[in-house]
């Protein structure tokens, strides 16, 4: 078994979205920090109401997909068929653009802290214009492994492999996304398991977390995203009681075309996209599906 290590740190900045929300981003800072199958990652998370309030009015997207994890607060999502999800406290939204989406999401609490992550994962070319569909998952539909020195893994996507196994909530997608929540108490440590030839990254959003390999550790400061090298197996040790997300995902290895919210494989399928948004098109006239899980 090969050890995987840090390949690239993306320290996550502050930027904004939507109707001026705050929040912290490392994928997807530039087109050229992506990591295929995954083009961004966007960590919220404020107690002040104005950093949040004026969220995420409608809007357009075609060509990937969106998961947003909700670790605290509470955001209505509402499409343009008059469908209306509300995402709560460790709940995940996972949604699929495909052909067109049009929606909004606007939180539902005036004060009190607000925190969570929002993830694009590419579809590949064959799937770009494939029917919108959705998923919403409650925070009790989603897997916990429970670990024996007081730690966890909440298990959104994939299937967890350490000591023990878990399937998580979304599998059989075509890039096989790990999406993994992993809490390690303080001074413990957990190996993974993880297939030598997806692309992998760990984000810490609570306390450091040290990646060891050999007779190495190296720490990954929080809302950091560190890129991992190949390999088989990941090894995470804390000194602190940590929390880390652990995302990977099969490679794509096709081209990206990007403008905004719309992610194609050509120049001329974003002209494309802009022009159906502009003329009215972008969404088809099918209703949403309901992903299974």
């Known amino acids: 078994m090969t050890e995987r290590s840090i390949k690239q740190l993306i320290p996550a900045r502050q930027v904004s979205d939507g109707a001026g929300v705050k929040i912290q981003r ?6 050229q ?7 961004m990652l966007d960590c919220f998370g404020s107690d002040q109401a104005s950093d949040y309030l004026a969220g995420f009015p409608a809007h357009p997207h075609r060509g990937f997909e969106t998961v947003t994890y909700m670790l605290h607060g509470h955001m209505l999502h509402e499409d343009h068929m008059g469908n209306k999800g509300h995402l709560k406290s460790g709940g995940v939204q ?18 009190g802290l607000m925190q969570g992550f929002q993830l694009w994962l590419n579809l590949p070319a064959t799937e770009k214009m494939k029917d919108a569909a959705y998923v919403d998952i409650a925070p009790q539909d989603i897997p916990v492994l429970k670990l024996a020195d007081g730690g966890q893994v909440k298990v959104i996507a994939g299937q967890f492999r350490s000591e023990q196994q878990l399937d998580g909530a ?12 992993v809490h390690i108490a303080a001074g413990q440590s957990i190996q993974i398991e993880l297939p030598d030839d997806y692309q992998a990254l760990v984000y810490p959003y609570e306390e450091a977390i040290s990646i060891v390999h050999g007779d190495t550790s190296d720490a990954v400061q929080p809302h950091h995203a560190a890129v991992l090298t190949a390999g088989s197996t990941l090894q995470l040790q804390a000194q602190q009681a940590s ?26 399928e ?6 159906d948004y502009q003329a009215g098109t972008l969404t088809g006239d099918k209703p949403l599906q309901s992903i299974q899980i």
């Open 26 to 31: 490392s994928l997807g800072l530039t087109q």
């Open 270 to 275: 974003i002209d494309q996209a802009i022009r």
């Open 170 to 181: 979304i599998r059989g997608l075509s890039t096989d996304p790990q999406y993994y929540d």
């Open 33 to 39: 920090l992506r990591l295929d199958p995954f083009l």
């Open 94 to 111: 996972w949604m699929t653009a495909g052909r067109g989406i049009i929606h909004s999401e606007m939180p539902q609490q005036e004060s």
């Open 243 to 268: 929390k880390v997300l652990v995302l990977a995902g099969k490679p794509i290895g096709e081209p990206v075309a990007q403008y905004g919210p719309f992610v194609m494989n050509s120049a001329e």
